[in-house]
């Protein structure tokens, strides 16, 4: 099964906004556009409530950079084409893993071509989660990939999953830590079907069963089993403590 893909667009211009619309709506009828902004604060909000797999972004959105989105949000499975007239980020947006880069005015072979790319991403993603999800719940473990071949871990003895850009620490009830070449929105939807882990911040996937505190001290913080101590995004919190008191 195909995985859906839901657009997002951030440009100040509009006719650079109406133009991308034109286009996914001409060669692309199947992905869904569920929003587009103009400035960044809104496109902060609304992306980290609608969640879209791709993201059209202009560099610089008014007197802001399109960067501070994707700092502001959880991209790590978000295929990011980023469209702009300032080609000397061209180098930034690669290392913020952009999917492609486009220059402006928009050549329409170049925007095909870019969108048959993070579409196939997206597909892969989904492809992969899918079929690594199923086999983990059916075994209640996970595969870890290590230098030497593989470590299994029983799901319940996960405390907590720590994001580290494309790579993911795992922390175990053992007190043994493993870092693995694998970003952590792929663990979130490997271990979705387990209904005790939540996400409490864009860096941290945590075990409920797991959570020993919640602190209120200068912020919002969690104490989990083993003295790990994360942060609770404040737009998390109401979310987190309904998921308590079922847990």
Known sequence: MKTAVKAYIVDDEKN?????????AM???NIQLVG???EVGLAIAQITELKPNLLFLDVQVKDREGFE???EINAEGCEIIFITAHDHYALKAIKNNAC???????LVEEFFSSVKKAIKNIEQKGLMNQEGG???QLKGQLSLPIKEGLVFIEVKDIIRLESDGGYTTIYTTDGLRYVVSKNLIEYESILSGYNCFF???KSHLINLKKVKKFLKTQGNFIEMEGGHTIELARRK???????????
């Open 100 to 106: 492609d880069y486009i220059l402006k005015p928009i």
């Open 134 to 136: 199923q086999a983990e």
């Open 199 to 201: 996400r409490a911040h």
């Open 36 to 38: 587009e902004a103009e």
């Open 69 to 71: 989105i994707i700092n």
């Open 16 to 24: 650079c906004r109406e133009l991308i619309k034109k286009y996914l």
């Open 237 to 247: 919190k109401d979310e987190f403590m309904e998921l308590m008191a079922i847990h």
């Open 27 to 29: 060669f692309f009828k």
